[in-house]
């Protein structure tokens, strides 16, 4: 059969599918496939994927944990047969399957936690190590616990006023208090004698020499 085929569903939990389990990294199901072979019935070997039309493509083979995994997809992956190794998902699904196989471990290295001290000399960062495991140097969180207070005790602790209570008024002066001017009232008039003994000098000096040559 030549009829165009989809993925019509697959085993999220399965360690090779569970990256596409968010189809914002790939959708299998937008795949081509077009022609296809199948296998026997056989209990040992488990449907990983099916077809929109049901038929099985991929299936794995139930194994002692020591023996290792069996794949078989019923589907060449060639140019012979349809236009897949040239789809932007073709190399992440090889890559999986493989993985898979080879039982490699894809979840990131859980990186080791330090802070400095006599013991830790280097700088609050990132590291990789020789032997490719991670090192994480951060500030010791116990210098750095931030607790919670109540409210009142904080504004106790500083002496601050309760947010509720209105602001108090000031009080106005008595009706019998005499009017008490202030010295800053005097620097206007200080200021305007200086400009005029000011003025008064740039004149003098632009005069003089009129004098002198007479």
Request: aromatic share 10%.
């Amino acid at each position: 059969a030549t009829d165009r085929r989809s993925i019509g569903s697959f085993e999220v939990s399965h360690p090779a599918f569970s990256a596409f389990a968010d189809k914002d990294r790939g959708d299998l199901a937008e795949l081509p496939w077009q022609q296809r072979f199948t296998l026997g019935d056989n209990p040992l070997w488990h449907p990983l994927i099916t077809l929109d039309n049901g038929v099985p493509l991929l299936w794995e083979k139930t194994t002692a944990s020591s023996s290792g995994r069996a794949l078989v997809l019923a589907h060449p992956l060639n140019r012979e047969w349809n236009d897949l190794p040239r789809e932007p998902l073709f190399v992440p699904f090889v890559k999986n399957l493989f993985a898979c196989l080879a039982r490699l471990d894809t979840a990131p290295p859980e990186a080791r936690s330090l802070f400095p001290g006599l013991s830790e000399k280097r700088s609050i960062g990132f590291y990789v190590m020789p032997d490719e495991s991670l090192e994480l140097v951060v500030a010791d969180p116990s210098e750095a616990s931030v607790g919670s207070t109540d409210a009142s005790r904080f504004r106790n602790a500083y002496g601050l006023p309760e947010t509720g209570l209105p602001a108090a008024a000031a009080p106005p002066p008595p009706a019998d208090a005499p009017e008490i001017s202030r010295a800053r009232e005097w620097w206007p008039w200080v200021a305007v004698a200086l400009l005029g003994l000011l003025m008064m000098e740039t004149w003098l000096a632009t005069r003089q020499p009129a004098a002198v040559a007479k």
